[in-house]
């Protein structure tokens, strides 16, 4: 029992330290990205990123929604084929178009 408190003991006094050291070590880092993020050099790359995008959103919006439009018309041309084969071995099946099949009467 006394060996199992002094390891809770110990585990506890570990994490206290660790976590005051990882603390320390977290606002340290948190402190050198502040710095690199507010260093002027940073924030013009960061400028010159942000006007590169708006200079071609415009064009990208354009490639995209064409690229959507292609994408919609296959899926419905597709769609379609599929609706037409059904239709056919639907014909194949009961032989006549409009006619139900015996199983179709039944519920089957």
Do not use: C
């Amino acid at each position: 029992m006394k060996g199992k408190l002094l390891i809770l003991a110990g585990a506890a006094v570990g994490y206290v330290l660790g976590t005051r050291a990882g603390r320390q070590r977290y606002e340290d880092l948190k402190g050198r990205a502040d710095a690199l993020w507010h260093d002027p050099k940073v924030q013009q790359r960061v400028s010159d990123a942000e006007n590169a995008v708006r200079t071609r959103a415009p064009h990208l919006q354009d490639r995209i929604s064409d690229a959507a439009t292609k994408a919609s018309d296959k899926v419905k041309a597709t769609v379609h084929h599929e609706d037409h084969d059904a239709s056919e071995a639907e014909l194949s099946v009961n032989g006549r178009p409009g006619e139900q099949s015996a199983e179709r009467r039944d519920g089957s």
